[in-house]
């Protein structure tokens, strides 16, 4: 994706825009592979193994657009706490003493 994204953000930007619009995900970019990963012991144990799901690039970049869009929103209407830390970047509760 990264070597032809000079020819794929036209049409990626129209399908992410209008999937905002209307309010729906594609439904070809809900597809995952769903890989076991293994933890540790016995290999042969299904329990030692977790589910990883390997989704598309395209969908990947829906995701990332999707939360730059939501974030800048909460900041601009100050939806966000001005005390609240967590899932926000570059913020750090200066308060906490470890």
Known sequence: MKYCKEKEAGP???IFNFAIQIGKF???LKTSVVTPLYKTDDKLEPKNYRP???NSPFSKAFEKML???VESFFIKHSII???QFGYQKKKK???KSW
Request: no cysteine; charged share 10%; proline share 6%.
């Open 12 to 14: 990626l930007q129209y």
């Open 26 to 28: 594609p439904s070809l």
């Open 52 to 54: 990883v799901a390997l």
């Open 67 to 69: 939360l730059t869009r």
């Open 81 to 83: 706490a001005t005390n």
């Open 93 to 95: 509760d200066f308060t």
